[in-house]
């Protein structure tokens, strides 16, 4: 057979592919604005606010971590959850497996694509709304240092970055986008609670969301949203993140390996 | 070439491919028929790794779907047109199939010429009709110019225009060299596309030949003999039995007459002087063949 071809095809290729995916249906642009809103309407009204109340000095990394962790990660939750499961909500799983037949491929594919991408997004977001806060604020609350500013850039990229990850693993294994968002999201912010008032408050730290905050904070500063200081450095946070989305993408690697598709 | 040994697929109890063994060979159309729920389907998709056999396996050009490096480059197959992401674009989901495999980019837009898509190629590909979306289907399996082709019930959907370009471009894909493989559950589709047949009946492989060996094999040929009056058909009927014929009765008037041939009857009515007012031999077609080979075989019969 005559075929105009490049050579690449196998892992490379699965890559390319799945990066023409992601980029070419609507959900992933509507997702990723709407992160960018959040992010940029919760950095105004919180320098706003900055300005009018002495009570709650803060600075502008907190202002954005703040954004970034109640708002602003669950535009990156849904955007890497659909990324997967839409291939179960039509057929489309069929098209990538005839595609790409070795299966892990396919899983470490989509995770490839993810990875910069939404380490660019959390640069990009926390940045964003860093330099909208302090602008917005003028001079109130509390001056952000170098330091600061990097760790909760860093941190931000890092965690969006490997909470996609972990959010592929759980489409995987789920299948549906309703389940594996519902189950992400009591994994970030009840389930630690829950945990906690259960007497094991030692643990919440071990908790995804919680550690992602920490990798944002610098360390011995405490984390904003528990109130308490981590018990290790902020680079420990995202390990901690990172054994999640490694857990959760061989137990959704395993799902799609055995099922028939 | 596809090469089919001892494939068997099971859910729970049931076993829906039953130790199917046959070769699919370059260079001719072979039509894949059986009746619904026959394991068609289920044979195709494990043929390209979607679904895993309990026992035997399956080969396309000697090696499994899932070792090829290129498998779009060696396979083409539609299988099902709703299998893509309903909001992304024609053109899009054929440049990602094609970025996977490392197929020219420029594929794309010649594939979609070929099946006549080019003005709906920003179109998102959920707002397309059936018709329309088999043809992105066909456009796919062709992307990778594949020495191999799978098509499931690739006519449906299609207006008469498009069943006729799906014909010719079978044909021609054929005679290209390459393997067609085309299931089916349209006799009379398969009998003008197809030259060889493999049917399929709850899983088991009920014939493999070509469609003219397969429609002289499956039929005997039968007689129809038209006599008006009750009593003059009676005696007909009985003596015919007499003969070592099978008798059944047709339209009103009409007796069906199997293992005698036209002679035979005519020169019998003659003597009893029975008044006959037609006399003809009846050629099963395709479908009737299939119908007497599956009729012992249908998953989803209704009884009569």
């Known amino acids: ?261 | 070439m596809i090469t089919l040994r001892g494939l068997t697929k099971r859910y729970g109890e049931k076993t829906v491919v039953d130790a199917l063994t046959c070769d699919v060979e370059p260079g001719r159309v072979t039509g894949f028929l059986g009746p619904n729920g026959a394991g068609k389907s289920t044979t195709m998709r494990m043929t390209v790794g979607l679904d895993r056999p309990q026992e035997g396996e399956v080969l396309v050009g000697g090696r499994r779907y899932a070792e090829l490096r290129h498998p779009l480059r060696e396979v083409g197959a539609l299988l099902d047109a709703k299998a893509l992401h309903p909001g992304r674009s024609a053109g899009k989901h054929l440049l990602a199939m094609a970025r996977s495999n490392g197929i020219a980019p420029g594929r794309v837009e010649e594939v979609l010429a070929t099946v006549g898509l080019s003005d709906v190629a920003g179109k998102r590909a959920g707002q397309f009709s059936l018709g329309m979306g088999q043809r992105l289907g066909i456009a796919g399996a062709l992307l990778g110019d594949p020495g191999v082709l799978l098509f499931d019930e690739p006519v449906n959907g299609l207006d008469p225009d498009g069943v006729r370009w799906v014909r010719q471009l079978m044909r021609s894909l054929a005679d290209e060299g390459r393997t067609v493989f085309v299931s089916s559950h349209l006799m009379s589709e398969m009998q003008l596309t197809a030259g060889h047949l493999v049917v399929i009946g709850k899983g088991k492989l009920l014939a493999d030949a070509p469609v003219a060996e397969f429609i002289a094999g499956n039929s005997r040929t039968k007689v129809s003999v038209i006599v008006p009056a009750d009593g003059e058909r009676d005696a007909l009927g009985l003596r015919l039995r007499a003969e070592g014929g099978l008798t059944h009765p047709g339209e009103p008037g009409e007796l069906v007459v199997d293992g005698l041939d036209v002679t035979r009857v005519g020169d019998l009515a003659y003597e009893l002087g029975v008044r006959v007012h037609g006399l003809a031999e009846r050629t099963a077609s395709l479908e009737q063949a299939y119908m007497e080979l599956t009729a012992s075989s249908v998953e989803y019969g209704v009884s009569a």
């Open chain 1, 1 to 261: 057979m005559t075929a105009s071809v490049e050579a690449r095809g196998g892992l490379p290729g699965a890559v390319a592919s799945e990066w023409t995916k992601f980029w070419s249906v609507r959900a992933t642009w509507w997702c990723l604005a709407a992160g960018v809103a959040l992010m940029l309407g919760y950095s105004t009204l919180s320098g706003i606010a900055q300005r009018y109340d002495g009570d709650q000095p803060m600075g502008a990394h907190t202002i954005a971590l703040g954004g970034g962790f109640y708002l602003a990660q669950f535009a990156v939750i849904a955007a890497a959850t659909l990324f997967v499961t839409s291939e179960y909500a039509g057929g489309g799983i069929r098209s990538t497996l005839l595609w790409t037949p070795v299966r892990s491929r396919v899983v470490l594919a989509k995770a490839a694509v993810l990875l910069p991408v939404l380490l660019g997004y959390g640069v990009l977001l926390s940045c964003a709304g860093m330099a909208l806060a302090s602008a917005v604020k003028d001079g109130h609350g509390l001056p952000t240092s170098f330091e600061a500013g990097f760790t909760t850039a860093s941190g931000m990229a890092g965690y969006y970055a490997l909470l996609g990850l972990l959010c592929t693993g759980f489409g995987w294994a789920l299948r549906s986008a309703a389940g594996a968002l519902v189950s992400v999201i009591v994994l970030l912010v009840p389930l630690p609670l829950i945990v906690a008032s259960l007497g094991l408050p030692e643990l919440m730290p071990y908790f995804p969301g919680i550690a992602g905050v920490n990798a944002m904070v610098e360390a011995g500063q405490p984390n904003p949203i528990t109130m308490t200081v981590a018990p290790y450095a902020p680079w420990v946070g995202l390990a901690i993140c990172a054994a999640w989305a490694v857990a959760a993408l061989v137990a959704g690697a395993a799902v799609l390996q055995r099922r028939d598709a």
